[in-house]
């Protein structure tokens, strides 16, 4: 409980932890910011790690004067792209070997072969989107490299993505971070970004539960 209360707080007030580390750490944030960002991108166990929040705070700050925003952006997009490679690697080694391991509903070969056919036809977008999605982010590498996506076309879309996510939300938060209500309400533009961000996957779910019924 004690860390969830301090995830809600490190997320709600994401702006105040972020320029305390800035003013703690100085060039440091850089590194800082980088592993971050590769880690909820490249590991399956940190999806809670702040993503787009994030990216736009960093923004905002370096418009403060706190950090060169370009090249923020270009480290948060190496992050991003080594994040989605090294989660598509695992998933490569693992899914396979996981799935072979049992005969069960949830380790059905089968199931491998059909969301590889899925991501050979969907797959681009589906990096893409999962890019500005929570949690989904995470873990969408890993499954494309357990259905052996091929590789070639994965990072194709795998640099794509960080591009588009990073450059929007963090430039979003550089021009209009300070803008006077943006800066007197980040709070709430936090809550909102977060929440734009799950609405797809919420959606999502809810059509997908309609069309079973259906």
């Known amino acids: 409980m004690e860390l969830l209360t ?3 707080d490190v997320v709600l007030n994401l702006d105040d ?9 100085g060039a440091w944030i850089y590194l800082i910011l980088f592993l971050i960002v590769f880690c909820e991108t ?17 923004g905002t700050i370096a418009a403060a004067g706190g950090m060169d925003i370009h090249l923020l952006a270009v480290l948060l997009i190496i992050a ?23 005969e069960s509903r949830w380790l059905n070969p089968k199931h491998l072969e059909r969301a590889h056919a899925f991501y050979e036809r969907h797959g ?6 999962a890019r500005f999605v929570p949690i ?28 588009l996510w990073v450059v929007s939300l963090g430039y979003a938060g550089y021009f209009f971070g300070n803008v006077p209500w943006v800066k007197d309400n980040l709070t709430l533009v936090i809550i909102v970004i977060i ?20």
């Not at 932890?17 to 750490?25: C, I, K, S, T």
């Not at 681009?124 to 989107?129: M, P």
């Not at 969408?140 to 794509?160: C, Q, W």
């Open 6 to 8: 301090l995830l809600i």
């Open 17 to 25: 932890h972020l320029q305390a580390l800035v003013a703690a750490h």
């Open 42 to 58: 490249g590991l399956v166990v940190t999806p809670f790690l702040p993503g787009d929040s994030l990216l736009f705070v960093s």
């Open 80 to 102: 991003a792209v080594l994040g989605d490679a090294v989660n598509y690697a695992i998933g490569h080694y693992l899914g396979p070997r996981v799935f072979k391991s049992g």
């Open 124 to 129: 681009g977008k589906t990096i893409i989107i």
């Open 136 to 163: 989904i982010r995470t873990y969408a590498p890993f499954v494309a490299g357990a259905a052996s996506m091929t590789y070639a076309k994965f990072a194709l879309y795998n640099v794509t993505g960080a591009i």
């Open 195 to 214: 929440i734009l961000s799950i609405l797809p996957g919420v959606v999502e779910i809810l059509r997908h539960r309609r069309n079973s019924d259906g």
